[in-house]
């Protein structure tokens, strides 16, 4: 079982809770998807709609919540919303999460580190969002991040695992957990990341916005257990060469 | 007596407290965190927290993310 912070999870696929037309589908497709850990995004409550509570529809004894500092530009501002979390969620859990650039979002490696230092010596368990550098991901699990969440590609692209060659040295490198984040887009991306020996993988567009997201949440979670089990069967060799299946021998009869 | 909530100005009566104001506003004190002129107020402080003329607060919950 896959284990963080002490805390143990059954399931390897993290769920996102963002993008889904309505809180009914989203609490469908969580529960399909088989997901323990959810993460969530924190905002102004819209005074116009004061009602509009989509997180009262999950019950916290089921789903771990795992609250982000999306939007954060700087360190200054993730530690304020990682704050602000911590204050309404109950919880110390926090994905860290600092993109300064609305375009391409992806994570600002410096802020990254020094907001995991601070929040970590002020009690978080921080699972940061960063850029797939093997180098960042020993700096980030050496001041005590909790896992370290790689980005196959950015956020909300669908793009699958462009990163394959840094997720694979950053998996043999860590001593904590990795979580590829970002960009899967396919139940295929799921399973290839889990393939390589990601400890889990975290999804949300790519559920959220298909046709059918239950459905689409199923096909993640059977993707993800298959990639985990090839992963622990061991995947045979790559090799530039063929190798017959068949036996070469006994065609004697022919010649 | 002024405030501002969310970035909108608001009136609302003297000595009011932060429970009252999230009541008045249709707000389940239990789904927010109440941010009062930068500095988060514990929830079981809302009732007891008086409003002052002038105060600027944010009032913040979870919402669906990735």
Known sequence: MLEIAGKTFRSRLFGGTGKFASAKVMKEALMASGSEMITVALRRVDLNDPEDDIMANLDRDHFWFLPNTSGARD???AI??????????NTNWLKLEVTPDPRTLLPDPIETLR???LLVKDGFVVLPYMN?????????QDVGAAAVMPLGSPIGTNQGVLTKFQVKIIIDQARVPVV?????????????AMEM???AVLVNTAIAVAGDPVRMARAFAAAVDAGRAAFESGLGRQGPEASASSPETGLDFLR | MNITVNGE????????????LLNELEINAQTVVVECDNTIIKQEEY????????????????????
């Open chain 1, 75 to 77: 360190a200054e501002e």
């Open chain 1, 80 to 89: 304020r919303l990682a704050n602000l979390a911590r204050a309404v969620g």
């Open chain 1, 115 to 117: 907001a995991t230092e």
């Open chain 1, 132 to 140: 797939a550098d093997p180098i960042l991901a020993l700096k980030l």
């Open chain 1, 180 to 192: 590829v984040d970002a960009g899967l887009g396919a139940p295929s991306h799921a399973a290839a």
């Open chain 1, 197 to 199: 020996g990601a400890d």
């Open chain 2, 9 to 20: 100005p608001k009136e609302t009566s003297p000595n009011n407290s932060i429970l009252n």
């Open chain 2, 47 to 66: 009732a007891t927290t008086i409003l002052q003329d002038g105060a600027v607060l944010e009032l913040i919950r979870f919402v669906g993310g990735g």
